[in-house]
């Protein structure tokens, strides 16, 4: 028989609630190991420290690495001037997909942190004033951690930073010494664990990966 049109119809199902960011980190990192830089979102301490120290007023571009779910991001946008352009970069397409939700307005690519001068040749830039790395560098093989790191160098401006977020305070001071002249440690003791955020200038000429100068 035809369903009867007067009879009560069932409710809708809700919506779907959607997967927590902790879950994401944590699902993914299971998944993809080392190449997630931690099983949960960056807390706001070490988020903040990541952010501080910048001369917004100055900056022209800004590059995010390694965005993940997007905290650093969240603190990034309530500082950059509207001058600025600040480029997410993420290579994740989930990821992708829950900063695009989030930051509506943010310019997230999807790509390869190796290919970082084409990406932003691709949207005309040819030079920034920060790199902001949430990518877990040690963890890399040395030849994608030597690429990414000379990636983020070609496009950096003379005076300009490349941040790097740990969870292992001071451990890994040598090797990005190796890569550049100057680099300072800010630790962050109210993040759990306690983490801190390396701040580097200068990349070396003869840094691991480093181009071979033209004869």
Same mark, same amino acid.
Not at 50 to 57: C, L, R
Not at 164 to 169: A, E, G, K, S, V
């Given at each position: 028989m035809p369903p009867d049109p007067?009879?009560?119809?069932? %409710?809708?199902?809700? *919506?779907a609630k959607p997967e927590s960011d902790w879950w994401l980190m944590t699902r993914k990192f299971l998944k993809k190991g080392t190449s997630i830089a931690s099983f949960s979102p960056s807390q706001g301490p070490l988020?903040?420290?990541?952010?501080?120290?910048?001369?917004?007023?100055a900056a022209k571009c800004i590059v995010e690495?390694? %965005?993940?779910?997007? *905290?650093?991001t969240a603190e990034l946008l309530k500082r950059v001037k509207p001058h600025t352009r600040l480029i997410v970069c993420e290579l994740d397409p989930d990821f992708c997909v829950r900063l695009r939700q989030r930051f509506p307005t943010a310019e997230v690519v999807e790509g390869d942190a190796t290919k970082l001068a084409d990406l932003l040749a691709e949207r005309g830039i040819t030079a920034v004033d920060h790199v902001i790395s949430g990518l877990p560098l040690p963890s890399f093989p040395a030849e994608l951690r030597n690429a990414v790191i000379a990636a983020s160098a070609k496009?950096?401006?003379?005076n300009g930073t490349f941040r790097?977020?740990?969870?292992?305070?001071?451990?890994?001071?040598?090797?990005?010494?190796?890569?550049?002249?100057?680099?300072?440690?800010?630790f962050v003791?109210?993040?759990?664990?306690?983490?801190?955020?390396?701040?580097?200038?200068g990349y070396k000429p003869d840094a691991p990966g480093a181009p071979t100068p033209a004869a």
């Open positions: 007067a009879a009560p119809q069932p %409710a809708p199902a809700p *919506p988020c903040r420290a990541m952010a501080s120290h910048i001369d917004y007023d690495l390694g %965005a993940g779910t997007g *905290p650093v496009v950096l401006t003379p790097q977020l740990t969870n292992m305070p001071w451990v890994y001071m040598p090797l990005y010494k190796k890569y550049f002249a100057e680099v300072k440690f800010q003791p109210m993040n759990v664990p306690p983490s801190g955020v390396y701040t580097c200038r």
